[in-house]
C-alpha cells in the first residue's frame, strides 16, 4: 500500500474539493467541542483525555493510499461528522468506484486512552466488513502522539488489520503538542522574585547612569541615579547601626581626673603703717 500525504498528488486536489463541497451542501460543522464524542460508559478520565484534544476541533485531517488496484481517501475528523457523514469520525472514500463513503468509526461510540505524551483515540460501530472479520463492525484506532514542532501534523494511515477472524481495525498516526505534557518550571517563587528584582535594578541603574550622563551632563560619582538621596540613606544607616550595634553610652560621666593642684591666691599683705604715730 503506497501512503501519499495529504499535501502531495493530484488526485487528493480533486478529492479535497469534493469533500468541502460536501461539508458546504450539507451545512454541517466540526464541532464546537470534545463534549459531542458519545462513550459508551461515561468516564470522567476518558473526558479528561478528551479535553487535550480540544485543539484539534473544528478541522477535517484527510490522507491519501494508492495501489495498482485501489485508492482510497480517508477523511478524519475529532468528535464530528467526517466528510459531513452524520455521526462518522472516520471515513473511507474510494477514488476509483465512487461509492458512497465507507464509515470506518463513529463518535458516538468513543473510547479515549491516554498517557503522559500520547493519547489513543478509538471510533467503534463503524460500517460492516463485506467478508472480512465475520462481517463485524470496522473500527478506527488514531494514534496522537507528542510532537512540540508542530501545531497539529499530518494524517498518516499506518496499517489496516483484517487478516483474522475479529477485532479488525485501521490504525492512523496523528502528531501534536496539543498533547504534550506542560513543562513545569524549575524554578521557585522565591528564585522567580529575585531575578525579576535584579532585572528591575539593573534598569535602574543602567537607565539612570545613562540619563545623569547624556541629559543632565553629570559626571563622577554624580553620574549615580538618585546620588544625593543614596548618600544620605548611607549616611543615615551608618548612623543606626552605630545607635544599634555599639555597646557605648553615649550617656556616661566623664571617666575620673585627679585633681590638679592649683597655686593658692596670695592674700594681699596687710600693711599696717597707718597705725604708726605721725
Not at 26 to 46: I, R
Not at 136 to 161: Q, T, Y
Not at 169 to 181: G, I, K, R, T
Not at 199 to 208: P, Q, S
Request: with cysteine; aromatic share 8%; glycine share 8%.
Amino acid at each position: 500500500m503506497k501512503v501519499v500525504n495529504s499535501r502531495n498528488g493530484g488526485s487528493f486536489l480533486v478529492w479535497t474539493l469534493a469533500v468541502q463541497l460536501v461539508l458546504c451542501g450539507s451545512g454541517v460543522y466540526t464541532s464546537d467541542s470534545t463534549k459531542s464524542c458519545k462513550l459508551p460508559s461515561e468516564s470522567g478520565s476518558e473526558r479528561k483525555v478528551l479535553s487535550r484534544l480540544e485543539p484539534l476541533a473544528h478541522k477535517n485531517f484527510t490522507v491519501v493510499t494508492e495501489n495498482e488496484k485501489e485508492s482510497y481517501t480517508y477523511v478524519f475528523q475529532l468528535c464530528g461528522d467526517a466528510a459531513g457523514v452524520p455521526g462518522a469520525g472516520v471515513v473511507q472514500l474510494d477514488t476509483k468506484s465512487k461509492n458512497k463513503p465507507t464509515v470506518i468509526g463513529s463518535y458516538n461510540s468513543t473510547q479515549a486512552i491516554g498517557g503522559s505524551d500520547w493519547v489513543m483515540l478509538i471510533y467503534k460501530d463503524g460500517d460492516t466488513y463485506d467478508a472480512h472479520c465475520s462481517k463485524e463492525k470496522r473500527k478506527a484506532i488514531v494514534m496522537i502522539s507528542c510532537d512540540r514542532s508542530v501545531d497539529v501534523g499530518p494524517l498518516s494511515v499506518v496499517l489496516e488489520d483484517r487478516e483474522r477472524e475479529q477485532d479488525c481495525f485501521y490504525l492512523f498516526e496523528l502528531d501534536s503538542n496539543a498533547v504534550c505534557p506542560v513543562i513545569q518550571s524549575q524554578l521557585s517563587t522565591g528564585s522567580i522574585i529575585l531575578i525579576i528584582g535584579l532585572c528591575l535594578l539593573a534598569v535602574y541603574l543602567i537607565g539612570g547612569f545613562l540619563y545623569q550622563r547624556l541629559i543632565v551632563g553629570a559626571k563622577g560619582m554624580e553620574q549615580f541615579p538618585n546620588y544625593a538621596f543614596w548618600v544620605e540613606v548611607g549616611n543615615l544607616t551608618a548612623d543606626g547601626c552605630d545607635f544599634v550595634c555599639r555597646s557605648r553610652n553615649r550617656n556616661e560621666a566623664p571617666a575620673y581626673r585627679g585633681v590638679v593642684a592649683e597655686p593658692l591666691e596670695e592674700e594681699p599683705e596687710e600693711r599696717d603703717d597707718h597705725l604708726l604715730p605721725m
